[in-house]
């Protein structure tokens, strides 16, 4: 989903891809979800099956991360 959220956000996003393994990096799981506020601090850590992105939380979660003060 991140292609489409992408067009929409003037930050970056990163999907962890067979090329590029991001989960082992930052310690997470296929299909968890890393929320960072806008000074690169993790704000929310959601590991699957929570990270399911219909989920209400996983969007607050983003809109939280994205507007509020860090």
């Not at 590029?20 to 590991?47: E, N, Q, T």
């Amino acid at each position: 989903m991140a292609d489409e959220f992408r067009p929409i956000v003037n930050y970056t996003i990163y999907q962890s891809t067979q090329k590029v393994d991001l989960w082992s990096k930052i310690g997470g799981m296929k299909d968890d979800i890393f929320v960072y506020d806008r000074c690169g601090l993790l704000a929310y850590y959601i590991p699957f099956p929570q990270s399911y992105i219909p989920q209400r939380f996983v969007e607050l979660a983003m809109i939280t991360a994205h507007l509020d003060s860090p």
